[in-house]
Nanobody, 121 residues
Framework: QVQLVESGGGLVQPGGSLRLSCAAS????????MDWYRQAPGKERELVATITSSSSSNTTIYADSVKGRFAISRDNAKNTVYLQMNSLKPEDTAVYYCHYYMKYVAYRHYWGQGTQVTVSS
C-alpha cells in the first residue's frame, strides 16, 4: 500500500535553507508525478511544487511564491522525493505535505503526515 513519510522540517532563520524528504513505499516515485503542498496558519493548503514522472520528462512546476528559491527533485535509488528550500522567508512558515494522486486502480489522494517548517529570527 502507498505510504509517504516526510522529514526534514524545523526552525530556520530568514534566508536559511532546509531540505525536506518524502520517503515513499508502495509506489515508484519515478513512475509518478509527485507534489509538495503547504498549509500556513489560517490559510488554505496550497500546491508548492510538482515533479512529473520520468516518462513525462521530470518536468518541475512551482508556485509563483517559491520560484527561484525552491527545487523539487527525486532520488530514484532511495525512492524519495525532496524539496530543497533556499532563501526562506517568514511567509514560508507552514506545515509541508508530500502528495501523490493515484489515477489507476482508483482515484485517491495520498498524503504524508506533514512536517513543520518555521522561518523566524
Amino acid at each position: 500500500q502507498v505510504q509517504l513519510v516526510e522529514s526534514g522540517g524545523g526552525l530556520v532563520q530568514p534566508g536559511g535553507s532546509l531540505r525536506l524528504s518524502c520517503a515513499a513505499s508502495g509506489i515508484i516515485v519515478s513512475a509518478n508525478a509527485m507534489d509538495w503542498y503547504r498549509q500556513a496558519p489560517g490559510k488554505e493548503r496550497e500546491l508548492v511544487a510538482t515533479i512529473t514522472s520520468s516518462s513525462s520528462s521530470n518536468t518541475t512546476i512551482y508556485a509563483d511564491s517559491v520560484k527561484g528559491r525552491f527545487a523539487i527533485s527525486r532520488d530514484n535509488a532511495k525512492n524519495t522525493v525532496y524539496l530543497q528550500m533556499n532563501s526562506l522567508k517568514p511567509e514560508d512558515t507552514a506545515v509541508y505535505y508530500c502528495h501523490y494522486y493515484m489515477k489507476y486502480v482508483a482515484y485517491r489522494h495520498y498524503w504524508g503526515q506533514g512536517t513543520q517548517v518555521t522561518v523566524s529570527s
